[in-house]
DNA sequence: CAGCATGACTGAAGCGCTTCAGGAGCGCTA
DNA sequence: TAGCGCTCCTGAAGCGCTTCAGTCATGCTG
C-alpha cells in the first residue's frame, strides 16, 4: 500500500518512457505551441498507458506560486450559512467566475467566533480570500494579512487594502422604513439576524444594539431605526427581537414574540426575506392577517419573495451580481491589481403585497 | 509589486536570522519536542517579527505529499444545490468532520453534464473526494480514478474501490406509497427532482422513466411506482413531474401540473421535501386543502417539515449522520484504510398531518 | 573513568513541477 | 556558402518545505 502511493508516475517517469526531457513532456500539458503535435500526441499517449493523470497539482502550485483556488471565509457553520438562499445565490456567482477561469473554491466555515479558525486559514491553499460577512476584529482576518493574502471582503469589516463589495444597506433599510411611515403605520417591531457572534436569540437589550460587529446588521438596523426616529417614532419604543441566524424557523420564532407585543406593531421590518417569511408564517399562527392586520417587509429580495403568500415586499439587492463581483476582484488581485475603490451596489424597493396602508 | 510576491519570509530567512538551521525552524513549527522551549520561543518570535505566517501550505503539502483537503463534487451549480436544505445539512456534517480534523474542503461545483468537469477534478489539490449524488458515469468520476484519488460516495454511482454512504432509498419510498395506500387513495401523482442531468424540467414520458442515471431518483421514484403497483395501481395512470432540481418554485410548479389532471390525484409522493413544501403551495394557489382534497408526503424529514402548514408526512434520513459519516470515512481512506463495506443509513415514515384518508 | 543513553540540533536528499537561457538542426536568402 | 531566423527540444536552477540519519555535547551509570 505504501508502493501505492510512491509508484505514481511522475514526468520524469513519462520523460524516460517517451526519451525526451522531462521539460518538453511539461509543456506537452502546459505550452502545445512549444512542441511538435506528433511529439506531443505521442507524449499524451505514453501518459495515458503509464497511468498518468496529469502534472501533480500541488508541484505545480509551487512551482508557479499560484495555487489556483479563491478561499471562501464564512461567518458561521455550513448548515446556518445555507439556510439563507442569499448566501447561495453570492456563492454560485462567485463559483461560476472563478471556475470559468479555471480557479476552485476553498470553503472555510466559521464557528462561534464569528469566522473561521486561524489555524484553517493560516493552512488553506488558495492564493485569495474572500470574506463574506465576517464580524468586525474576526481573527481569521489576522491570519489572512499575515500571510499577505489579498482579500475581497463582501458585505463586511472595512480593512485597508482590501478590495470591497458592498450594499447600500443603510439606504435600503431607509427606504423600507420610509415606506411604512408613508403608509401611516405608527408601531413597529424588528426582526434582525444577529448582531454579535454569540449564537443569542432574544429581545435587544439597549447596550446590544450599540457597537455591533456586523456592519450589514448594524447598518439595516441603523437604518430603520433612524428613519423610523425622523418619522416621530422614538427607537426605544420599537421592540427589537435578533435570531442568531436568519432563517425561517429563527424568524418565526422571533416574529411570534413581536407579534404579541402590547400593543401589537402594524409593521414588522425584517433585516432578511428569511426572517420575513418565518414572520408570514407566525403571523398565520396567531391568525392575523398580512398586510390586513400587520404589514411586513424584508430585504434580498430572493427568487422567492415573489411568490410567497402573500408576496412579499421587500429591499432588493442584486445578490448574484455580488458574487460575480467578489469572484472578479479576486481574479484582479490574482493577476496583480491594486484594490479598486470599492464596488457599491444599487438596493431598491420592491413593493408588493405584504405592506399596506394602517387600517 | 513584483518585489512584494518574493520578498516574503521563508523558513531559510528564519533559520538565517535566528542563526539555526532550517529544520529546526520547520520543528518548531511541527514538532515543539523536537527543540528545547527556549529556542522555538525565540524562533517564533523573530518570525513574528520577520513576518512569516508559518510555512507555506503549498511547499508543505509537497514535502509531506497531502494537501489536508477534501474535495467535494456536486452535481449541479451552487445556487440550485442549495436551494435544498438537505444538502447544506449533509455537507455541515462533512465540514465538521473534516474541519476538526483539519482538513479543508475544496468544493467542485457542477455543470450541465451532472459534475464538475474533468480538468476542475485533475487539478484540484485534495487527496481525497467525495462525490455527492453525482450521476452515473459522470466524466468527474473517471478524472478522480485517474488521479488515483480515494473516493468517497454520497448516494450515487456504485463504483469499485469506492467507500458509499447511502440510504435505504427504495425501502423508504415504498413505505410512503404504501402508507397512502392504507389510507385507501387511489389515484396518484409523482413529483421528482431531476432524473436525467439535462435540466429539463416537465411531465415524464415512458422512456424517460427507465436507464435513469441518478440513482437516488431511480430509486425513490421506483420505489413509489413498484409499490403502487403491488398495490393495484398501474403506473402508466400515474402522472410523473420532474423538476430540474429541489427547490421550492420548482416543486410548486410541478405540484400544479399534478392537481389539474383530471381525474385529480388524491395523493402526492414527492421525492423530496423541498418539492413536497412547493406542493403545499400548489394547493394553497388552486384552494385546495391538504390532506382534506388532497395528501401529500416528501422524502429527507428536513427540520422545517414539522412546522410547515401543515406539518409533512415524509421519509426521514439521517442527513446530518450521512455528512458526518462521509467525512469519517474520506479520513479513513486517507490513513490509508480499504474502502470498507458501504454504510446503509436507515429511513422511516414521519406521520404528521400532510396525509389523510381518501375522503 | 570508560561506556552509554539522551537531548538538541544539522546536512542533505528529496517532493514533482515550471521556466528560461540556450543549443541543434534546417531551410532560406543574398 | 556564410549568415540568419525559425522550430523544436534540453539542462539546470529553483519553488519552500519535511524528514531522516547523523553529529556533538552532556550528564549518568557502574
Redesign the pocket.
Known amino acids: 500500500m505504501e508502493s501505492d ?2 509508484r ?8 524516460a518512457a517517451v ?9 506537452a ?3 502545445p ?8 500526441e505521442r507524449i499524451l499517449e505514453t501518459a495515458r498507458s503509464l497511468g ?1 493523470a ?3 497539482p ?3 502550485s ?4 499560484s495555487s489556483a483556488a479563491v478561499g471562501f471565509m464564512l461567518p458561521q457553520g455550513l448548515s446556518g450559512a445555507f439556510s439563507d438562499p442569499a448566501l447561495s445565490i453570492v456563492l454560485d456567482g462567485l463559483a461560476s467566475t472563478v471556475d470559468g477561469h479555471d480557479h476552485s473554491l476553498v470553503l472555510m466555515p466559521g464557528d462561534a467566533t464569528g469566522g473561521p479558525r486561524p489555524s484553517i486559514v493560516s493552512r488553506a491553499q488558495a492564493d485569495v480570500m474572500v470574506a463574506y460577512s465576517l464580524p468586525d476584529l474576526a481573527p481569521a482576518l489576522d491570519a489572512v494579512a499575515a500571510r499577505g493574502l489579498p482579500l475581497v471582503v463582501i458585505d463586511q469589516p472595512v480593512l485597508p487594502d482590501s478590495a470591497r463589495v458592498e450594499v447600500q444597506d443603510y439606504t435600503g433599510a431607509s427606504a423600507a422604513a420610509a415606506h411604512l411611515l408613508g403608509l401611516g403605520h405608527l408601531r413597529f417591531g424588528v426582526l434582525t439576524f444577529a448582531l454579535h457572534p454569540d449564537g443569542v436569540s432574544g429581545p435587544v437589550s439597549h447596550e446590544r444594539r450599540s457597537a455591533v460587529p456586523f456592519r450589514v446588521s448594524r447598518d439595516r438596523l441603523g437604518g430603520y431605526l433612524d428613519t423610523l426616529e425622523k418619522g416621530g417614532v422614538k427607537p426605544d419604543n420599537v421592540p427589537v427581537w435578533e435570531a442568531r441566524g436568519s432563517d425561517r424557523e429563527l424568524g418565526r420564532l422571533g416574529a411570534r414574540w413581536l407579534m404579541t407585543r402590547t400593543p401589537r406593531p402594524s409593521a414588522l421590518l425584517c433585516t432578511s426575506d428569511q426572517l420575513a417569511f418565518g414572520a408570514l408564517q407566525a403571523a398565520r399562527d396567531l391568525t392575523l392577517t398580512v398586510p390586513g392586520d400587520i404589514s411586513v417587509v424584508g430585504f434580498d429580495d430572493v427568487p422567492e419573495a415573489a411568490y410567497s403568500d402573500p408576496p412579499l415586499t421587500t429591499v432588493r439587492q442584486p445578490l448574484a451580481d455580488k458574487g460575480r463581483r467578489a469572484g472578479e476582484l479576486a481574479l484582479e488581485l490574482l493577476a496583480g491589481g491594486r484594490p479598486p475603490r470599492p464596488t457599491r451596489l444599487d438596493v431598491s424597493l420592491v413593493e408588493r403585497a405584504s405592506t399596506a396602508p394602517r387600517t
Open positions: 502511493r510512491r505514481r508516475p511522475t514526468l520524469d517517469t513519462v520523460a526519451g525526451v526531457s522531462r521539460a518538453t513532456v511539461s509543456n500539458y502546459n505550452r505551441d512549444q512542441l511538435s503535435s506528433s511529439l506531443r498518468y496529469g502534472p501533480d500541488v508541484a505545480r509551487l512551482a508557479t506560486r
